[in-house]
């Protein structure tokens, strides 16, 4: 396959002119090395996305690189027998725009370590519907179920619902077998949240609780947004019920006690999808292509864009106004 000599790639700087981000055109030299060179055709749009695109996280750590956590495409070329020229694979998190080239450019060169080949059911498209938003909500689970989470706990509590890992948490974690409560901000999202398997939609006020201990409510959780809400998720959580922190969009701190540890023995889970261990994360993408898969995948893809439309997405997220996942058409 012939590998074009140049292509669009959506680049982040931080030099003496400052940080900054935009189309360029470059070639596969620009690229970090690699042994395989995939033909990108899709990729997404996650928070880290958006931080890094805009500068208003430190995520990547040199400069400049293409950004992008997500890819997926088709392999052009590989030193790693493992691959060959036209296998489907994906990759997520690894490192992507962080350390080293992302997946919002024409063509990546990847570390072969981390490439994933497509699970049989699964499509190029429907891994980037997923892609580290899924990843991630599917890892909680993971994590969850390890610790012996049980649907007798009661129902999964799901914060940031409406957003790219809060929705697919909703539909994975209803799939296997969950009652779901969705909380959300947009109480005008509510049909949306029902429409891929929450039971129930909750305002953002049912964990505004300041109180070390509350009365039950939920069996457990995965809290994207960090802060007070998660503090009174562990408030309400019942006996040995699990809660999964994954993010932070409103915050990095933790106002709790220990109370919800010692006293109902509650587990708090950390869940950091980007260095997740080969092994895991091939379970994972097996559980993602199978039982996991999310049945309103095409529901939860709310918007289609090409590389020129990025920046008018991240401000929409940073902003938490957006909802659903962004996919990004590369190819
Ligand atoms: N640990 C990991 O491995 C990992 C992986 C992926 C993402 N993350 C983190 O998980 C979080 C969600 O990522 P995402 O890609 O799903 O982002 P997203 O699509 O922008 O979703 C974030 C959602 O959080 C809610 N929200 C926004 N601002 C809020 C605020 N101030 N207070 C309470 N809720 C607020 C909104 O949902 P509602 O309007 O429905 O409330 C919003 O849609 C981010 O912090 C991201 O960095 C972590």
């Given at each position: 396959m012939t590998i074009a000599e140049n292509f669009s790639a959506f680049r982040i700087h931080d030099d003496q002119a400052g940080y900054r981000s935009g189309i360029e055109s470059i070639s596969l030299d620009d690229l970090n090395p690699g042994e395989v060179v995939i033909r990108t055709a899709w990729s997404s749009v996650n928070f880290k996305d958006a931080l890094a695109g805009t500068g208003q996280?430190?995520?990547?750590?040199?400069?400049p690189l293409v950004g992008g956590i997500d890819v997926a495409g088709h392999v052009v070329a590989s030193t790693d027998k493992a691959f060959k020229e036209g296998d489907p694979v994906l990759v997520t998190g690894s490192g992507l725009s962080e350390t080293r080239d992302g997946g919002y450019a024409g063509y990546a060169r990847l570390d072969s370590r981390w490439v994933i080949p497509m699970p049989s059911g699964l499509d190029l498209r429907e891994s980037m519907i997923l892609g580290t938003a899924g990843f991630t909500a599917a890892l909680a689970l993971y994590r969850m179920l390890e610790n012996r989470q049980t649907p007798a706990h009661g129902p999964l509590a799901v914060t940031g619902a409406t957003g790219g890992v809060g929705s697919l948490a909703v539909d994975i974690f209803s799939s296997a077998g969950f009652e779901v409560h969705a909380i959300s901000g947009k109480a005008d999202q509510a049909d949306y949240l029902k429409s891929i398997g929450a039971s129930q939609v909750l305002g953002r006020e049912a964990l505004a609780s300041t109180r070390p201990m509350e009365s039950v409510r939920f069996g457990g959780g995965l809290d994207n947004v960090g802060g007070g809400m998660l503090a009174s998720l562990l408030a309400q959580t019942a006996p040995y019920g699990n809660v999964a922190s994954a993010g932070l969009v409103a915050g990095h701190d933790l106002p709790a006690t220990v109370m919800p540890f010692i006293i109902r023995g509650v587990s708090l889970l950390g869940v950091a999808s980007a260095g997740t261990a080969r092994s895991v994360r091939d379970d994972i993408w097996r559980h993602l292509a199978d039982d996991w898969k999310p049945a309103h995948l095409e529901t939860i893809c709310t918007r289609e864009i090409t590389l020129e439309g990025l920046p008018g997405v991240f401000n929409g997220m940073l902003s938490g106004a957006s909802f659903g996942r962004t996919l990004v058409r590369i190819g």
């Open positions: 996280g430190k995520i990547l750590r040199r400069f």
